[in-house]
Nanobody, 118 residues
């Protein structure tokens, strides 16, 4: 059984910063790509940022230059540092990881709410 547990969401004023964390636990053989997605009510879940096991990163245009994704392979954890937050960044943020237990499967976290408001 594999679990992804997110933390770090909350309420922040425009221009502020938050750091999201997502820790994977369970009978993990290997973790491949990890990433963060976000979803507003009634809309599709969109990629925010991803990072490979080797550290290559990819960002949505809307967050490039403001958000930074990183990972600690020893802790099976991925982070999302969010700076210069805007009201339109308000969303439910989900962690995702491709993890091998016996076969490689995709796993999702439960989501953490980020609200940017004055």
């Amino acid at each position: 059984q594999v679990q992804l547990v997110e933390s770090g969401g909350g309420l922040v004023q425009p221009g502020g910063s938050l750091r999201l964390s997502c820790a994977a636990s369970g009978s993990i053989a290997s973790i491949y790509a990890m990433g963060w997605y976000r979803q507003a009510p009634g809309k599709q879940r969109d990629l925010v940022a991803s990072i490979t096991s080797g550290g290559s990163t990819n960002y949505a245009d809307s967050v490039t230059g403001r958000f930074t994704i990183s990972r600690d392979n020893a802790k099976n954890t991925v982070y999302l540092q969010m700076n210069s937050l805007k009201p339109e960044d308000t969303n439910l943020y989900y962690c995702y990881a491709n993890i091998k237990v016996d076969v490689i499967k995709g796993y999702w976290g439960q989501g953490t709410q980020v609200t940017v408001s004055s």
